[in-house]
């Protein structure tokens, strides 16, 4: 009986994870859109590092830091 919750648990987690690389993929797809951009405007290596260190807090990370939230309090509830 204990091997069976314990295996329904490793389940649930596994489909936990997956719900976070669904939810995660377009979060981080959307960041690295924006790096990419500077990437393609930058004409070299330095300008590119100049870009990120003065646009770090301008990219785009609501979606995923919100989605960074979710985690503890799921796995949380699946330790009750």
């Known amino acids: 009986m204990q091997r069976a919750a ?4 490793d389940h649930d987690l596994g ?5 976070l690389q669904n939810t995660a993929r377009p979060q ?5 859109g924006q790096i990419e951009a500077m990437m393609a405007e930058a004409h070299s290596l330095e300008e590119f590092r100049a ?3 003065a646009g770090f807090g301008n990219i785009n ?3 995923f830091e919100a989605m960074m939230y979710v ?3 799921c796995l949380h509830r699946k330790r009750r």
């Open 6 to 9: 314990h295996e329904r648990s």
């Open 15 to 19: 489909v936990l994870a997956d719900q």
């Open 28 to 32: 981080i797809a959307a960041m690295m």
């Open 51 to 53: 870009m990120m260190l």
């Open 61 to 63: 990370t609501s979606g």
């Open 71 to 73: 985690v503890p309090a």
